[in-house]
């Protein structure tokens, strides 16, 4: 089951997945930074609604050397609250909380730290803009990827 996905016209980067593995590979200028992580999920144009939808959550890569490489994990249980958050947001999760992450929508990493407990994370969001973030769970079981609207 090989496909085309056109790239989208805001990002201009056109890729292209390969039968069914999880091997994406990126054109069109895409290169990345050594050692930088980012944060993207495949869409699928809907040409009858005349918008993209997704196809897959987010995931998170990391370039290295001339190659991107993304190992999916297990699915962890975690929550966020309260989502919309205005000055805290609380992260609890089924396992100890390895680390935590925060990427504003477009991918880029934000200097939000958190404030990590066992299995309780907590982060200021004071500094961020109003807007949608994706925060990067790390346990000793899994990653799982949430969604945080700064109010």
């Not at 609250?81 to 929508?105: C, E, F, H, Q, R």
Request: charged content about 15%; overall charge negative; proline content about 4%.
């Amino acid at each position: 089951n090989s496909f085309s996905i056109i790239s989208r016209f805001e990002s201009g980067v056109p890729y292209i997945e390969s039968g069914n593995s999880e091997t994406i590979t990126f054109g069109g200028g895409f290169a990345g930074e050594q050692g930088k992580s980012y944060v993207a999920r495949l869409e699928i144009y809907n040409a009858s609604t005349r918008k993209f939808e997704p196809l897959s959550d987010f995931m998170t890569f990391t370039v290295g050397g001339t190659s991107a490489i993304y190992t999916p994990q297990a699915d962890i249980t975690a929550r966020i609250y309260p989502n919309p958050a205005a000055s805290t947001a609380t992260i609890t999760a089924g396992a100890k909380i390895t680390s935590l992450k925060v990427y504003s929508v477009n991918g880029t990493l934000t200097n939000v730290e958190a404030d990590i407990t066992n299995n309780i994370a907590v982060i200021d969001v004071t500094p961020l803009s109003s807007g949608l973030y994706l925060l990067q769970l790390h346990t000793t079981e899994g990653t799982s990827t949430l969604k945080l609207i700064k109010h």
